[in-house]
C-alpha cells in the first residue's frame, strides 16, 4: 500500500464515519509516514537494532 | 508566612526540629491554591480536608521523634493521571468523571509512605495527549508568569503548582516531554528518569512504552528528594545533593536539527548559560544525531498506535466525551498501518544507538527543554525564524527523542526572555545515569542562579 493509496482510503473511512474534521490531520500523519518510510534502516539488513543489542540498548 | 520560593531543602530541616508545623504548611499551601486556582486553573480535585488531616498526623509523629526524612509533613501534588485513593482520577477527561480510586499508585504510596502530605490532583492536557493543558475537561490552565499564555504540558497544571507555592513539588508523567516542557515554560525543575526507573503501576497511560513518571520541583535538590523518594528510597538520603564539579565536566551541545527551530530569544538565552558552563571550567563540544531528521515521524507512529489502543473502546462507545483535539488525535492513531508501526520501532532502536553514540566520552548532552517561550493560549501556529510552526511539533521537538530512547534527562530554568518568559535548558546523560545527571544539573543551577 502506497502513502497515497492509504491516506485516499483513510480519509474516505473517515469521511464514512463522519469524522471529516480528521480529513486534513490525515495529510500530517501521511508526511510523517513518507518520511519514516525513506529511513536508512528499513531495507538494511546489517543493522544491529534489536533492544537486546548491547550495540543499540540504552 | 509566604512559600514563595521556598523549597523542600531548605523547610524540611524545619520541620524536623519543630520549627515550622505540616498543617501551618499545608495551610498555607490551601490558602494558595483558594487564592489562585480561579485564575491558574492548575487543580481538578482539591482535597484540603485529608490533607489537614495527613498534616496534622505528620505533626503528631515528628513531634513523637518518629521523623521519617526530608518529605515528612510536605505539602506535594499529583498529577490528575496518578491514582490516589478515594478521589476521581480524571485524566482531564470527561470520560473519567466518575471515577474513584479504590487503590493507590505505587508512586502515591510511596509518598506517603515518606510521610508527604497529598493536597490534590492538577490540571493536565486531556489524557497527557497535548502540549499545552488547553485541551482539558475542566478547561485551560494558564501560565503563572503570563496568563495569556499556555504553562505548557501536559503536567501543566502541576508546574503551575509548584511554581505558585499551591505545593512544594508536583508528580507528573512524560510521554514526549510533559514533565519538562512545562517546567521550562514555568521557570522550574522537571526531571524525566530513565524509562522504568519509577513505576508508573496506577498510572493512566498514554503510551506504556514511551510514559515516564517524574517530579515537578523548585529547585534541582528537590527533585532529587523527591526522585529518590518516588524510588522508594526516601530514607536512605542523610545529606544534601552532592553538585558535579563544572571543571573538567564534558558536555555536547547537540546542533542540527536541534538548533533549527529555536526562538531567537530563546536561543540567546541559552547560548548565555552554555557560555557561563563553559566559562566555569566545563569543555563543550558539538554533536549531532544521524536519525534526528526522523525522530518526528517515529515518534508519531509509535505514540498514536499505543494510545488509540487504550482508547479504542471508550472511543466508540463515548466519542463526545473527549475534547474535540484530543479525540481526533486518539483517531487519527486507528489509521496507522502495522508496517509502519513496525518501521516506527525499529528506528527507535537506531535512535537509541545514536544517543548513545553522542554521549560517549562527554558527561552530557545539552539542548534547549523548549525551543519556544510558552505559546498564547489558543495559538495552533508560533512565529519561527520566519516561518510558522505548529505549536505540538515545535514544543516535543527537543524532549521527544529521549522519550524513544529512555535516557535520564532534566530541564533547569537558566534564564528568560527580554519578554520574562523562562528558558530551560535540558540536560541528557546516559542510561543508569540519572545520579549524576542530578548532580550535573546541581552545578549548573547554583551556576545560573549566581548569575541572575
Same mark, same amino acid.
Given at each position: 500500500?502506497?502513502v497515497d493509496e ?6 474516505a473511512?473517515a ?5 471529516t474534521?480528521?480529513?486534513p490531520i490525515l495529510?500530517?500523519l ?7 518510510r525513506a ?6 539488513a546489517?543493522e544491529?537494532v534489536?533492544?537486546?543489542?548491547p550495540?543499540t540498548?540504552? | 508566612m509566604?512559600?514563595?520560593g521556598?523549597?523542600i531543602?531548605?523547610l524540611?530541616p ?7 508545623t ?7 499551601c ?6 489562585l486556582?480561579p485564575?491558574?486553573n492548575a487543580f481538578?480535585t482539591v482535597?484540603?480536608d ?8 505528620a ?6 521523634g518518629? /521523623? ?13 493521571l ?6 476521581p482520577?480524571?485524566?482531564?477527561? %470527561?470520560?473519567r468523571?466518575?471515577?474513584? *480510586?479504590t487503590?493507590? *499508585?505505587?508512586v502515591t504510596? %510511596?509518598?506517603r ?13 486531556e489524557f497527557?495527549f ?13 501560565n ?6 499556555s ?8 508546574a503551575?503548582?509548584?511554581?505558585t ?8 508523567t ?18 524525566k ?5 519509577i513505576?508508573?503501576h ?15 520541583? %523548585?529547585?534541582?535538590?528537590d ?5 529518590? *523518594?518516588?524510588r522508594?528510597?526516601a530514607?536512605?538520603?542523610?545529606a ?15 546542533g542540527g536539527?536541534f ?14 548559560a552554555v557560555?557561563r558552563? %563553559? ?7 558539538d554533536?549531532?544525531?544521524a ?18 489502543a /487504550?482508547h ?6 463515548r466519542p463526545?466525551?473527549?475534547? *474535540?483535539?484530543?479525540r ?5 492513531g ?6 509502519d ?12 544507538r545514536?544517543?548513545?553514540r553522542a ?8 539542548l534547549?527543554?523548549?525551543?519556544i517561550p ?12 520566519g516561518?510558522?510552526?505548529p ?14 530512547t ?15 518568559l523562562p ?10 545515569g ?5 548532580r550535573m544539573a ?6 545560573f542562579?549566581?548569575?541572575?
Amino acid at each position: 500500500v502506497t502513502v497515497d493509496e492509504w491516506l485516499a482510503w483513510a480519509q474516505a473511512d473517515a469521511a464514512r464515519r463522519g469524522l471529516t474534521a480528521l480529513g486534513p490531520i490525515l495529510e500530517g500523519l501521511a508526511k510523517a509516514t513518507v518520511t519514516l518510510r525513506a529511513g536508512d534502516w528499513n531495507e538494511a539488513a546489517d543493522e544491529p537494532v534489536r533492544d537486546d543489542d548491547p550495540e543499540t540498548s540504552a | 508566612m509566604s512559600l514563595d520560593g521556598q523549597t523542600i531543602a531548605a523547610l524540611a530541616p524545619r520541620v524536623a526540629r519543630g520549627e515550622i508545623t505540616s498543617e501551618r504548611l499545608t495551610e498555607e499551601c490551601l490558602a494558595t491554591i483558594e487564592r489562585l486556582n480561579p485564575s491558574l486553573n492548575a487543580f481538578i480535585t482539591v482535597a484540603a480536608d485529608d490533607a489537614l488531616a495527613a498534616a496534622r498526623d505528620a505533626d503528631r509523629e515528628i513531634a513523637g521523634g518518629r /521523623y521519617r526524612g526530608l518529605l515528612h509533613g510536605m505539602p506535594l501534588s499529583l498529577k490528575d493521571l496518578i491514582d490516589q485513593t478515594g478521589l476521581p482520577t480524571t485524566a482531564a477527561s %470527561r470520560v473519567r468523571a466518575s471515577h474513584r *480510586a479504590t487503590s493507590d *499508585a505505587r508512586v502515591t504510596s %510511596r509518598l506517603r509512605d515518606a510521610g508527604a502530605v497529598l493536597v490534590g490532583k492538577t490540571n493536565l492536557h486531556e489524557f497527557a495527549f497535548g502540549t499545552t493543558t488547553e485541551d482539558s475537561g475542566w478547561g485551560p490552565a494558564r501560565n503563572p508568569v503570563d496568563p495569556t499564555r499556555s504553562p505548557g504540558g501536559s503536567s501543566g497544571g502541576s508546574a503551575i503548582a509548584v511554581r505558585t507555592g499551591m505545593s512544594l513539588a508536583s508528580v507528573g508523567t512524560d510521554t514526549g516531554g510533559s514533565i519538562r516542557i512545562p517546567a521550562a515554560a514555568c521557570g522550574i525543575v522537571g526531571l524525566k528518569p530513565g524509562w522504568s526507573e519509577i513505576s508508573a503501576h496506577g498510572v493512566v497511560p498514554l503510551s506504556r512504552q514511551l510514559d515516564h513518571v517524574g517530579p515537578l520541583a %523548585r529547585s534541582v535538590s528537590d527533585a532529587w528528594i523527591m526522585y529518590e *523518594a518516588l524510588r522508594g528510597e526516601a530514607r536512605e538520603i542523610s545529606a544534601a545533593l552532592e553538585a558535579h564539579p563544572l571543571q573538567g565536566l564534558k558536555l555536547a551541545r547537540l546542533g542540527g536539527y536541534f538548533a533549527e527551530r529555536v526562538d531567537p530569544d530563546v536561543e540567546r538565552v541559552l547560548d548565555g548559560a552554555v557560555e557561563r558552563l %563553559r566559562s566555569a571550567g566545563a569543555q563543550i563540544v558539538d554533536r549531532q544525531l544521524a536519525h534526528a531528521g526522523e525522530i518526528a515521524a517515529i515518534y508519531l507512529h509509535i505514540v498514536l498506535s499505543d494510545a488509540a489502543a /487504550y482508547h479504542a473502546s471508550t472511543l466508540d462507545r463515548r466519542p463526545e466525551d473527549y475534547t *474535540a483535539n484530543v479525540r481526533l488525535r486518539l483517531e487519527m492513531g486507528r489509521y496507522v498501518l502495522a508496517e509502519d508501526y513496525v518501521r516506527a520501532l525499529t528506528g527507535r532502536a537506531l535512535l537509541r544507538r545514536d544517543v548513545n553514540r553522542a554521549l560517549e566520552g562527554v558527561d552530557a548532552l545539552v539542548l534547549p527543554a523548549l525551543g519556544i517561550p510558552a505559546p498564547p493560549i489558543g495559538a495552533a501556529t508560533v512565529p519561527v525564524r520566519g516561518g510558522d510552526e505548529p505549536v505540538r511539533n515545535v514544543m516535543l521537538r527537543c524532549t521527544q527523542p529521549f522519550n524513544l530512547t529512555g535516557h535520564p534527562a532534566i530541564s533547569v530554568p537558566c534564564g528568560a526572555t527580554p519578554a520574562g518568559l523562562p528558558v530551560g535548558l535540558q540536560l541528557v546523560s546516559a542510561a543508569g545515569g540519572t545520579h549524576d545527571l542530578l548532580r550535573m544539573a546541581r552545578a549548573a543551577e547554583a551556576l545560573f542562579d549566581l548569575a541572575g
